[in-house]
């Protein structure tokens, strides 16, 4: 009798009645309106970007890649770890990639590595290691240690050799103090990363693409939504509505932005992408980013795409399988859009 259920099922019809009143009110500006929303949303406070004077910690040639791992600055005085893998070949401008890895242990995970910066060996994990998938395709793959994981958590959570946690909690409570969102940090962080990769001589600017799973994803299409330079993305295991994922199923703290449902659902979000190339993959017994949500979302951005003239620009693929990276189609999808 007291339960919140039905009051907060009618917050979120009377913020959807809002957006359609909103954007019958903006009508052809409604999307420009949406990205400054997101854009706004996604502010950090940032008074001057440093320098960001990359340092090369270590080098490292394998079979088939070359692996370095560099250590660059973006604001406030982080100082980030990322790894940059290199095909091995002749030596002409290549198509490049900002990997974007979800939760676990960090940029260790999608390299080949494991948590310990071992070569990893066996079988892989539910991430795939997709950087190393790439960068076995031809491209330029950047990684960047995403704020809250790996090495760039609290010192708190790395105590007594802990390994897969994440500082995501304490970092986004510390943040909303000072009004800051962590998404949008993450963000503003992953743009700095592209300043660099753009930087790289073997890098051509014309041809970036994003790929990130789960959180990462989440990444990936603010990224790309705000930095025209990514010209392709793939989002996998994240694409959904709001309503069927993080309200509907408990998330980490960091997939939350203040206001989104004020200006957007997730589709929305993510359609502001149109007509730039887009690949849509998801497992279709995913738990925590339910089927039934990523169809709704498909649907959205299949009309989006239309509607824009770039049906043939977005592609999708459902595979059998949970919250796990499947690139069989998105690798060759990517290849074929840069």
């Known amino acids: 009798m007291w339960s919140p259920n039905a009051s907060m099922e009618q917050l979120y019809r009377a913020f959807e009645l809002k957006r359609e009143q909103s954007r019958t009110e903006w009508a052809e500006h409604a999307k420009a309106h949406m990205k400054k929303r997101l854009a706004d949303s ?14 090369l910690l270590d080098r490292v040639e394998l079979g088939d890649h070359i692996r370095e791992r560099i250590e660059i600055s ?26 974007l890895h979800g939760h676990g242990f960090g940029s260790r995970q999608i390299v080949g590595l494991n948590a310990d910066g ?13 950087a190393l998938e790439l960068v076995r395709r031809g491209f330029v793959v950047v990684v960047p240690e995403i704020l809250g994981f790996g090495d760039r958590r609290l010192e708190e959570d790395q105590k007594d050799g802990q390994v897969g946690n994440s500082s995501c909690q304490t970092l986004a409570s510390h943040l909303l103090l000072y009004g800051i969102p962590l998404a949008g940090v993450r963000v503003q962080e992953a743009r700095r990363v592209l300043d660099y990769l753009v930087s790289r001589e073997e890098v051509d600017a014309s ?24 010209q392709a993305s793939v989002l996998c295991a994240f694409t959904n509505t709001f309503k069927r994922s993080i309200m509907g199923v408990h998330h980490c703290i960091d997939n939350y932005l203040l206001g989104a449902l004020d200006f957007a659902e997730l589709p929305e979000l993510i359609g502001l992408l ?20 990523v169809e709704t979302a498909v649907s959205y951005l299949q009309l989006e795409y239309a509607l824009a003239g770039a049906s043939e620009r977005l592609g999708v693929h459902l595979y059998e399988g949970v919250h796990e990276v499947n690139g069989s189609q998105a690798y060759p999808w990517l290849v074929k859009n840069l």
């Open 42 to 55: 996604l502010a950090v406070t940032i008074e001057e970007q440093d320098e960001l004077r990359p340092v």
């Open 74 to 99: 973006t604001f406030w005085g982080f100082r980030v770890p990322v790894y940059v893998l290199l095909p091995k070949g002749d030596f002409r401008k290549r198509a490049a990639v900002l990997a």
């Open 118 to 130: 071992t070569e990893h060996t066996g079988e892989w994990d539910l991430h795939g290691n997709y």
């Open 207 to 230: 041809r970036i693409g994003c790929f990130g799973f789960s959180g990462g994803g989440l990444l990936a299409a603010y990224t790309a939504v705000l930095d025209e330079r990514i």
């Open 274 to 293: 149109a007509p730039r190339p887009l690949f849509i993959a998801s497992g279709r017994q995913d738990p925590i980013f339910p089927v039934d949500g």
